[in-house]
């Protein structure tokens, strides 16, 4: 191997791996707005479901170095508290939810939990989840119904129990100002979803609806100043890309393996392929396109699907 491709490997294996390259090479510094940067999102109140590590977690820290005050919940509670205790360590603000995105009562309580601590929501991120992998003729009912569930139906009953504090409040705000408040959602999705993925019809099709509902809560509550986006990502560096079976996640009271055969190996030589950037994205980079949404500067930006793929799939 000669040694640009050598160095070229280097760069590739330090991002995913996210071993010794530091990340300053890429423009990026967690959890340090430079003291020149303006905060994005001073006192907004974001919700981030899931966002107990992978994308949310990375977003959760993003969103409160840029001054907003976060709900971290995730069905993993010593995960969410960890994250928001990091956050207020550092001086932020936040607490911790635990709760599974799927129950009943989660929505409502959700929402009570962020207007309790914080008296509003401004952004909600519906990025919860995970994959349950199978080819078509394989998947059970369980699996399918599983990855609807927690991709389509929790984002749109999270949206619903969050309309009285987004919704009504920005109608009130209409109705005596005349000018209602910015207020976003981000519902996250997938190429798989925007380009179908052999293995996850029942995710991909999750990851679609979730592309149906974002339109759609655009174009209703768009009059009310609230956008609604949604974001397909492509290979991003987490448990979901890491070698199968290396973590689990219990639905039901079954244990469902994580991750792809070959992990970040296989990631890695797919990105060669077919990733312009030639890398794998990390969860830093992926919060930082939630935070470029949810920022004044995408106030004219809705029902959006922003392919966050490192340039694949142009
Ligand atoms: N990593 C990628 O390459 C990639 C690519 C495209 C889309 N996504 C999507 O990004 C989102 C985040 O994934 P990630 O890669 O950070 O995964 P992750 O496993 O690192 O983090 C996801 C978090 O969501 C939580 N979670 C899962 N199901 C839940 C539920 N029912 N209720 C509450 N919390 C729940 C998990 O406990 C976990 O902490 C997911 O919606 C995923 O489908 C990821």
Not at 110 to 118: G, L, P, R, S
Not at 197 to 202: I, L, P, S, Y
Request: contains cysteine; charged residues 20%; glycine residues 12%.
């Amino acid at each position: 191997m000669d040694e640009p491709q050598q160095r070229r490997l280097g760069v590739l294996f330090s991002h995913v791996s996210g071993s010794s390259q530091p990340r300053s090479d890429l423009g990026l510094k967690a959890h340090a707005v430079s003291a020149s940067a303006q905060p994005l999102l001073k006192g907004k109140v974001a919700i981030i479901t899931g966002s107990g590590r992978g994308l949310g977690a990375a977003a959760a820290n993003l969103f409160a170095e840029h001054g907003a005050r976060l709900v971290v919940t995730d069905l993993d509670v010593a995960k969410a508290d960890e994250v928001a205790a990091g956050i207020r360590s550092r001086g932020g603000e936040a607490i911790s939810l635990a709760g599974d995105v799927t129950a009943e009562e989660f929505p409502a309580r959700c929402v009570k939990a962020a207007v309790e601590a914080f008296g509003t929501i401004d952004i909600l991120i519906n990025n919860a989840g995970f994959t349950w992998d199978g080819m078509i003729h394989r998947i059970t009912p369980k699996q399918w119904d599983a990855m609807l569930a927690v991709h389509c139906t929790a984002p749109f009953r999270l949206i619903q129990a969050a309309a009285p504090v987004m919704r009504e409040a920005a109608k009130k705000e209409l109705d005596e100002r005349g000018k209602a408040t910015q207020r976003c959602i981000i519902n996250v999705s997938s190429t798989s979803g925007t380009h179908g993925n052999a293995g996850q019809a029942n995710y991909a099709t999750a990851k679609a609806g979730v592309v149906g509902l974002t339109k759609t809560v655009a174009r209703e509550w768009g009059s009310f100043n609230i956008r609604c986006n949604a974001i397909a990502y492509g290979f991003i560096a987490t448990r979901l890309t890491a070698d199968k079976g290396s973590s689990t996640i219990s639905v039901g009271g079954e244990k469902v393996k994580l991750g792809i055969p070959g992990g970040e190996a296989m990631a890695s030589a797919a990105a060669e392929m077919l990733i312009p950037l030639k890398r794998i994205g990390t969860p830093d980079e992926a919060a930082g396109a939630m935070l470029l949404l949810a920022s004044p500067y995408a106030s004219f930006i809705s029902g959006q699907t922003l392919e966050v793929t490192g340039g694949a799939y142009i």
